[in-house]
Each structure stands twice: as structure tokens, then as C-alpha cells.
């Protein structure tokens, strides 16, 4: 069973892995969007890390509501109301339990990136987090290695894609050749959601 604990641990897992990759994804968005990328999650992440200590929720969807909220509250870019969604709907789903299963915890984030696919109109192949979101969940059935593996598979692939969503959609043919910079972020967190998990 996962309990709140392990949700604050993703989250410090996942702010740590967006501090170590910063430079990359800015990197990443400077070829092909406005080189913020990095910074954008920073600026959440560490938001996200402050409120986990200045009110640490009780619940595993609590913590993913909290977390949700910073990021919709932080983050400038596109991003931001992207993966606050991402996070809240999975928090909404998974409900007020103390503890929730590997299973309720798939099926919560395929809610929450459905959200993110209603929200920002994106589908698989438009270059984007969908990319190496829906993988994902489509292999957390598998384990949460497997989910990590779909991810960044995921996020490779988007390189020969031609982007049909956010800014990078205005490049046109000159996307193509570049790997998503939050298809790659979205890699980053599910790597530390198996890392947390001990996979
Ligand atoms: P901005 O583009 O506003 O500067 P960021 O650089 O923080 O925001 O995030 C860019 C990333 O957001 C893209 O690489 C892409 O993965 C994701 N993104 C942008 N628009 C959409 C969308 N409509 N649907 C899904 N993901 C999107
Ligand atoms: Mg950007
Ligand atoms: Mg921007």
C-alpha cells in the first residue's frame, strides 16, 4: 500500500530530478519553444516543496491536490495549468484513503492524464508530455519500472515528430529533430515515482 508518505516522497523525488535537470530542459525548450522550460518547474517544484512542509496534507490525494494547486499558482507557462491538472485530477481520484493500491494509483493518473488531454487538446504523437504520459500509464499495470521505460521511450520518440500543440507547433517542419522539452519532464517524474517505489 502507498501512504502519504511515499506521495511526499515522489513529490521531493520529483522537485530534486527537476533541480538536477533544469539546465537540460531549458536547453530542450531553447530549440524549439521560449527556454523556460527548466525554469518554469523550478520556480513550481520548489513551491510544491515549501507547502509540503508548511502544511503537510494527510492524505496521498491531498498531497497530489496541494502539489496540483502550487504549480497551477507558480508556473507561468503552459506547463504549469498542465501538470497542476495532471496532479489534482490523479489527488481528486484517488480520493481521501490513508493508503491506495499500485492499481488505484494507475487508474487514478490515467484520470488525470485524460484531464490533461482535455485541457491542452493534445493526443498521442502531437509532440508533447501526452507522449510520454500515456505510455506511462498504459505500463503502470506492468510495474512502475515498466512505466518509467514507457516514459522515456516515450519521450525519445517525439524527436522525429512534428509538434501540433503549444509553442513549438509554430516552428512548423523546424520542430522536427528536437526532443519535447515536457514529454522529457513528464519522463523525469515518473522515473522518481519508481524510484520512490524502490523499482
Ligand atoms: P511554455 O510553452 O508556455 O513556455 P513550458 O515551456 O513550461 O511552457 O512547457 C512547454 C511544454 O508544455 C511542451 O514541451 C509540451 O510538452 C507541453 N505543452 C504545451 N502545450 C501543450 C498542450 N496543448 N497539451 C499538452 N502539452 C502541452
Ligand atoms: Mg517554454
Ligand atoms: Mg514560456
Not at 47 to 68: C, K, M, N, Q, Y
Not at 73 to 89: D, E, F, K, M
Not at 116 to 126: C, E, T, Y
Request: hydrophobic share 45%; proline share 4%; aromatic share 4%.
Amino acid at each position: 500500500m502507498l501512504d502519504v508518505d511515499f506521495f511526499r516522497r515522489w513529490l521531493r523525488a520529483a522537485a530534486a530530478a527537476v533541480e538536477r535537470e533544469a539546465g537540460r530542459l531549458t536547453e530542450l525548450d531553447s530549440a524549439i519553444g521560449d527556454a523556460d522550460h527548466g525554469s518554469n518547474l523550478q520556480r513550481g517544484f520548489r513551491a510544491v516543496t515549501a507547502a509540503l512542509e508548511s502544511e503537510p496534507p494527510e492524505t496521498p490525494g491531498a498531497t497530489l491536490i496541494l502539489a496540483g494547486r502550487q504549480l497551477i499558482s507558480t508556473v507561468g507557462g503552459a506547463s504549469g495549468p498542465l501538470y497542476g491538472t495532471l496532479l489534482r485530477r490523479t489527488g481528486k481520484a484517488l480520493g481521501d484513503s490513508a493508503e491506495v493500491t499500485a492499481e488505484q494509483l494507475a487508474e487514478a493518473l490515467g484520470a488525470g492524464v485524460a484531464a490533461v488531454a482535455q485541457l491542452g487538446g493534445a493526443k498521442a504523437g502531437d509532440k508533447t508530455m501526452i507522449d510520454a504520459l500515456e505510455p506511462a500509464v498504459a505500463a503502470l499495470g506492468t510495474s512502475f519500472a515498466a512505466a518509467a521505460t514507457a516514459a522515456d521511450e516515450g519521450a525519445v520518440a517525439t524527436v522525429p515528430l512534428l509538434a501540433r500543440k503549444g509553442r513549438a507547433s509554430y516552428l512548423g517542419e523546424r520542430s522536427i529533430g528536437h526532443q519535447d522539452p515536457g514529454a522529457t519532464s513528464s519522463a523525469l517524474l515518473i522515473a522518481a515515482l519508481a524510484a520512490t517505489a524502490g523499482e
